[in-house]
């Protein structure tokens, strides 16, 4: 202030000393030299702050205006497996973070996406109908699916090379075939399977004390994620090689992505383009965030630019958290 004043600071300290009205929250004030200290009395700051922190009413201030509309993605369990601390240790950084934003002011849109199809699944289906002998459990099913699914992928292990591979790589892709078209004897044990993970989830999720604005499913978007690679593929955007249809990013040093496998089936970067497009369109956001470990940097560098090339105006909008 000595510019604005033309004064000497240390009298201007003084003066302000001088003039300052008395607040229950400033203990007492003093100066030194140009400087004028507050010290707070801690007391009236608990007795203003701790029972707003400890009712919620702290964290509901809006703190900042105007901010973008944000859909955010985590907690991504696959049915047919068991769940595990990697799950909660996502679980717990992605509803910090939606707490945050919410804390922020940021309208948010808070998501989940399960995968509840893909090969994960058939090996358990395949499992449970070639070789289980066991009949379910009456609780936690669920659980008791990431076992067989267990099961499945060591004897699969154990039979590479065997009269039997061929034959186990049949009836995986007629599994994965069943699901997408909706139909058959697989679907109709996924419906019932499925719904034994989901109950799991759902403990899982009301012991924690997280809730979800909206769930999304890997099945959802399973046939029309093909449909949409397929489209592209008409325009010229995405190529076959070797009976399979992808892109080359060599030129983003990101190399080929693969988005159709030879049998035609779709993979996780598929259902994730379509999924993007999915979430800007129903939601109406601004911002997209995915909580995913940074195992995952790859596969995310890999959609959002392919998101890009297909003209998608959001992917510049699309932003992976990564954690380790």
């Excluded at 003039?19 to 009395?41: E, H, Q, R």
């Excluded at 779709?266 to 800007?280: H, S």
């Excluded at 369109?281 to 890999?302: G, L, M, T």
Aim: a negative charge; proline letters at 3%.
């Amino acid at each position: 202030l000595a510019n604005a004043f033309r004064g000497n600071p240390a009298q201007i300290a003084t003066n302000l000393l001088e003039n300052i009205s008395k607040n229950p929250l400033v203990d007492k004030a003093t100066t030194a030299g140009p400087y004028l200290n507050f010290f707070i009395n801690t007391q009236t700051l608990a007795n203003d702050v701790i029972p707003a922190i400890n009712n919620g009413d702290f964290f509901k201030r809006e703190i900042t205006e105007n901010s973008p509309k944000t859909i955010i993605e985590f907690s991504q369990p696959n049915t047919h497996k068991e769940m595990h601390v990697g799950h909660m240790r996502n679980l717990c950084l992605g509803d910090s973070i939606i707490k945050l934003h919410r804390y922020c002011g940021y309208p948010t849109i808070s998501t989940t996406f399960p995968g509840d199809v893909g090969t994960h699944v058939a090996k358990c289906l395949w499992y449970y109908t070639e070789h289980n002998t066991e009949a379910p459990p009456t609780t936690r099913k669920g659980a008791w699916l990431g076992t067989l699914y267990t099961k499945a992928n060591n004897l699969l292990e154990d039979q590479k090379g065997s009269d039997k591979e061929e034959e186990n790589r049949a009836i995986l892709t007629k599994i994965l075939k069943e699901l997408e078209s909706k139909s058959g004897k697989y679907f109709n044990m996924w419906v019932e399977t499925r719904k034994w993970s989901i109950d799991l989830m759902n403990d899982v999720y009301s012991w924690a004390n997280v809730e979800f604005d909206s769930w999304y499913w890997e099945s959802d978007v399973d046939s029309e994620s093909v449909k949409l690679i397929k489209e592209y593929q008409e325009k010229g955007l995405f190529k076959e090689d070797q009976g399979a249809v992808g892109i080359d990013l060599s030129d983003e040093k990101l190399g080929f992505c693969i988005l159709l496998k030879s049998d035609g089936t779709g993979l996780y970067a598929t259902k994730d383009i379509e999924l993007a497009r999915r979430k800007f369109q129903d939601y109406n956001v601004e911002k997209s965030i995915y909580i995913v470990d940074n195992r995952q940097s790859h596969h995310f560098k890999q959609v959002f630019n392919i998101l890009g090339k297909m003209g998608f105006e959001n992917s510049k909008n699309c932003y992976h958290l990564q954690y380790e």
